[in-house]
């Protein structure tokens, strides 16, 4: 029922920022969890941060925690994910999804925009 679509990715060298967007349609945005994951050819779909749809309340992975800000603007329909002091290792494309809840576990989420593409150069 939720249409995801991300954008905002690109090139940045190293230490910079990017700031994604993910767009949703469909019925009832605000009452869905919202996540952020990362692929990379050849490796595991991993979760990067989530956002509750009651509270905002937000959670982060590890390796992004205190670079990288989750955020909702339920009125925009939209979600972002602000990177800064971006790293090579961030390289990936990022995948923005819909869930019952917040979740690090990708099959928590039914719903999956198509990906955006972020490198970052060394």
């Known amino acids: 029922q939720v249409q995801l679509v991300e954008s905002g990715g690109g090139l940045v060298q190293a230490g910079g920022s990017l700031r994604l967007s993910c767009a949703a349609s469909?019925?009832?945005?605000?009452?869905?969890?919202m996540g952020w994951f990362r692929q990379a050819p050849g490796k595991e779909r991993e979760f990067v941060a989530s956002?509750?749809?009651?509270?905002?309340?937000?959670f982060y992975a590890d390796s992004v925690e205190g670079r990288f800000t989750i955020s909702r603007d339920n009125a925009k329909n939209t979600v972002y994910l602000q990177m800064n002091s971006l790293k090579p290792e961030d390289t990936a494309a990022y995948y923005c999804?819909?869930?019952?809840?917040?979740?690090?576990?990708?099959?928590?989420?039914?719903?999956w925009g198509q990906g955006t593409q972020v490198t970052v150069s060394s």
């Open positions: 469909g019925r009832t945005f605000s009452s869905y969890a």
């Open positions: 956002v509750g749809w009651r509270d905002g309340s937000t």
């Open positions: 999804a819909a869930g019952w809840a917040p979740s690090a576990r990708p099959y928590e989420y039914h719903a």
